[in-house]
Structure formats: C-alpha cells, structure tokens
C-alpha cells in the first residue's frame, strides 16, 4: 500500500458519515462534518487570502486555439465552453491538441505581471470542462505534455515561478464536468457524442480523484483548490476528494464542489459584486476583464481600468476579495489590453494598496462620494477614504460619524488634512486637486469606540 492510499483510507474513515441530510437525531449534518474534519482550521488557513484582497484567474486551454471561431462562426458564448456550444464532437476537438503549442508562455512573466498589479494570488484552470489538462497527468493522456507539441508542464513552472516570487498558487478543477472522458458530467442537455457516455463514478475514480492527488502532490504548496459547476455531485461522490484535501494542510478551498454548497472555505458569486457583501462568509468574486474567460480573439469590449479599480474598491468595502481574469493566447502570451490595465492598476496600488490588503467591510451604509474599507488594531480604528467624486468645493463630509477623529491624512504623499464639522456631520478639508483621477484614499485614525448613526 502506497503512503498516499494509507493516508486516504485513514481520511476516508474519518470521513464515514454521509454528507446527506441527516436522519432525525442519527447524523451529523453535512456543515458539522465538514468543519470538523476539513474545516476546523478555517480561520488559519484563510489569514494569508483574508490579507491579499486580490487575486488573478487564468483561463488557459485547448480551447484558445480556435480563440471563440468555429467552422468560421464567432461564438456568442464565452470561449471555454465551445466544445459544448457547437457539440463538436470528442474526436473532432480533440484534433486541436495538434495545433496547441504556446512555446512563447513564460511563466516568470506572469507571475511578474500578477505582482506588479498588486495581486496576492492566481489561480489557473488546471482542467477545465473540455477535459483537457494543462499538467502532465498520469491518470489521462489528454494533457498538454503528452497530447500536444508542447511537452513541457506549464502548471510545473508556474509553480516554480511563483515560490520565487513569492505569490500563493491555486488550481481550478473541473471535478464533475468533463466533456472528454467518458462519465463525465455535461450541463444543458447534457451529452451529445456516444464516446462520452460512460459510469461519472468510474470517471471520477480513475480521472477526476487521481488527478486532483496529482495537483496536490506534485506541485509543492498549493494554497487552493477552485471547483466549479457541480453537476450531478452527489454527496458519495463529494466524498471521494475529501480525504485529497489533507495531503495540503493550509489549502483552501472554495464552495462549488457539491450541489448544496455545503463544503469549502469560501464563497464564489461570479461577475457580480453583492450589493451589501456576504456578512459573516469569506466570499469572493471573480471576473472577466471583457466578456469571456478563455481567450476570444473579437472579443474586444474591455472594462476600463477605472471600472477595474473601482469594483476592486467596492468588493473590499464589502468585505470581499476580487479574482480579476486573464485569458492567454494559444502562443502563450495575455492579451496585450489585460497587461496594459493590470500595469494601470498596479501604479495605483503602489500607491493605495494600504488601503485594499488586510481590511475589512465599511462600517457605512452607503457614501455618496465612493467607498471607505477599514482595519481595527487595539483600541484604534483606521478607515481608509476611497473617493472616487472628488468634492469641488473642498470639503469632504462623512455622513454619521460620530467618533472623534484623531487625524485625517492623504495616502498619497501623506498631507495632513484640518478636521471640522458641519450639519451633515464631521468633514475634512481638502486639497482642489484630486490625487488621483480614479480613486483618492484618506486616512482618517479613530481612537475608541467606533461610532456611526
């Protein structure tokens, strides 16, 4: 018996009880079972992505060959979801191994690109839907070392990349669907090739689980694992990659791996920002910088660096953390819009990331000029001004708060700022001239009691 199946059979009867509703007091419910074996750590595992705020997402694979075209028609969809779109079938898709061979990635460049936008994190669709894996897998040859002309593992030195640099790696999963191997989950009708017809739990046992083992054994520290689209997950089969999750004590995980989202660290709302965050649950949001996640070569309806910003702004003053998406090219290469805006955002951090790692929500309700995200050490409070409308007649006015405040400063340069007051309440005087034309951060130092109408 190999040290892994020892460890899993030891998992695996740590892990006897069901993750079905429970039977009037007979069970534990699925939550109370994930908390004590997987989750018990929740809070020490999430300190190091609680402080990082900001993440990138890579959507990278087979399918950025045809780049959202198929047989000459543009996709209305975004790019990843092709194979499903047109059901192409098995055979047919998988010819585009052939023409996949990104020989200009580098991944020092990536990781450099993510840390000079300020982001703590990535996370790369190791597998993605199309089944087709972007590591040197064992368990299937559709990978990128063995089925294409390639035959290096980007997921290898990505990984390399990132202990050097020193940023947190994840990968994205695609446990259930899977429109390659037969077995695997497809959503919206789903299969429409008889080569993918098949047992989804003998597809799991011999792809999916041994596959995950391979990303958490083969790679060195992995701080997350990002599931997604949970079709026809049952709790059985949300069982098989529970005892996966302790071969890397510190991962974290997110909440897509069952149907019932009754497993994972944290929550995933997708190209939306909740309109008062997630109170009480980690949560994050992942978006695209245009309209797709894997690369479309027309698409070109790109986010402004401002709108980029200011959701990066608004997740934080809501508590949350903002997975921003890139999607790399067939050559390897991000597209030259997502580099310029990540350059954009970068400078900016440089400058205003005090004020986005380690905080948490606004204590207000609403700001008519922008957002305020804060940190709490002892007895002293520091909330943190992002003002995206900058006042013209040079007052800011800070609805509702009573507390005293200590100083008022700008981020940028350090300026200190005279305290008043007015019948809306306290106000800062400022200076004519915005620091910065997206967002200006003040910093205002609260001793006591935060107090707030």
Request: charged share 20%.
């Amino acid at each position: 018996m190999t040290t892994f199946s020892r460890l899993l059979a030891a998992c695996v009867s740590m892990l006897t009880l069901p993750l079905t509703a429970p039977a009037a007091d007979t069970a534990e419910t699925p939550e109370v079972v994930w908390q004590r074996e997987c989750g018990a750590t929740h809070d020490q595992r999430m300190e190091w992505w609680r402080e990082a705020r900001f993440g990138m997402f890579i959507h990278w694979g087979v399918y950025s060959v045809p780049a959202g075209v198929w047989k000459g028609e543009q996709s209305k969809h975004i790019g990843e979801w092709l194979m499903l779109d047109y059901k192409i079938p098995v055979a047919e898709y998988a010819e585009l191994t052939k023409r996949f061979n990104p020989t200009k990635f580098k991944a020092d460049d990536f990781v450099a690109l993510a840390k000079g936008a300020g982001m703590k994190y990535i996370v790369i669709t190791a597998k993605h839907h199309d089944g087709f894996a972007m590591f040197h897998s064992k368990a299937s040859s559709y990978n990128i070392y063995d089925a294409t002309p390639f035959k290096r593992d980007p997921l290898k030195e990505l990984a390399e990349a990132c202990r050097k640099q020193g940023m947190h790696l994840g990968f994205y999963y695609s446990q259930a669907q899977d429109w390659h191997h037969p077995g695997g989950a497809a959503a919206k009708g789903g299969h429409w090739d008889p080569a993918q017809d098949g047992s989804m739990d003998e597809y799991i046992e011999k792809i999916a689980v041994p596959q995950v083992e391979e990303l958490l054994s083969n790679y060195g520290d992995v701080s997350t694992i990002w599931w997604d689209t949970p079709v026809d997950m049952t709790p059985q089969r949300v069982q098989k990659f529970l005892p996966l999750l302790k071969l890397q004590p510190k991962l974290i995980t997110n909440n897509r791996l069952d149907k019932d989202k009754l497993t994972g660290d944290f929550s995933t709302p997708e190209q939306k920002i909740p309109a008062t965050g997630i109170p009480g649950k980690d949560w994050e949001t992942c978006m695209t910088m245009n309209t797709t996640w894997g690369f479309k070569s027309f698409d070109d309806k790109w986010k402004s660096t401002e709108t980029l910003l200011h959701n990066l702004i608004d997740i934080a003053s809501k508590g949350g953390n903002y997975l921003l998406n890139v999607g790399p090219t067939s050559e390897g290469l991000i597209p030259e819009p997502s580099i310029e805006r990540l350059h954009q955002i970068g400078r900016w951090m440089k400058v205003n990331g005090e004020a986005i790692y380690g905080t948490t929500a606004s204590p207000f309700k609403a700001l008519p000029w922008g957002r305020c995200t804060k940190k709490v050490s002892g007895n002293s409070t520091t909330l943190y001004l992002h003002v995206f409308d900058w006042p013209a007649e040079g007052k800011l006015t800070i609805p509702g708060l009573k507390s005293k405040i200590d100083s008022a400063t700008l981020l940028a340069g350090g300026k200190k700022l005279s305290v008043g007051s007015n019948p809306e309440g306290q106000s800062i005087a400022i200076p004519a001239q915005a620091p910065d034309p997206i967002s200006s951060t003040i910093v205002l130092k609260v001793m006591g009691p935060l107090e707030i109408d």
